[in-house]
């Protein structure tokens, strides 16, 4: 049974750092990635990456303030993310598919999901 799960999640002042992990089971997975929903708002491409790591996708308001990596030999993908700004407040989800194929900015491009961290930016 494929699960994900995340970790890393919390309350930061703007301008700070935060790591977020999830670690994979069950299956392999080519495409994975991170989304995230704001309170009232539907859920956003935050970042992608394949699975031998040559191909990252990220959104262009993440651009430059946060980083996607994978470790395959621990099954996990990390996104580190600094400059935090309020606006960036949201639960994060990873994101995972099966199949390859492009690096995806659709929720409905990726079957798995996880259950989610909350990440809060204060000003």
């Known amino acids: 049974q494929a699960q994900l799960v995340e970790t890393g999640g919390g309350l930061v002042q703007a301008g700070g750092s935060l790591r977020l992990s999830c670690a994979a089971s069950?299956?392999?997975?080519?495409?994975m990635g991170w989304f995230r929903q704001a309170p009232g708002k539907g859920r956003e491409f935050v970042a992608g990456?394949?699975?031998?790591?040559?191909?990252?996708r990220y959104a262009d308001a993440m651009k430059g303030r946060f980083t996607i990596s994978r470790d395959n030999a621990k099954n996990t993908v990390y996104l580190q993310m600094n400059s935090l700004e309020p606006e960036d407040t949201a639960v994060y989800y990873c994101a995972a598919r099966s199949s390859p194929g492009i690096i995806g900015t659709t929720p409905q491009q990726y079957e798995y999901w996880g259950q989610g961290t909350q990440v809060t930016v204060s000003s």
């Open positions: 069950g299956r392999a997975f080519y495409a």
């Open positions: 990456i394949s699975s031998n790591t040559a191909i990252r």
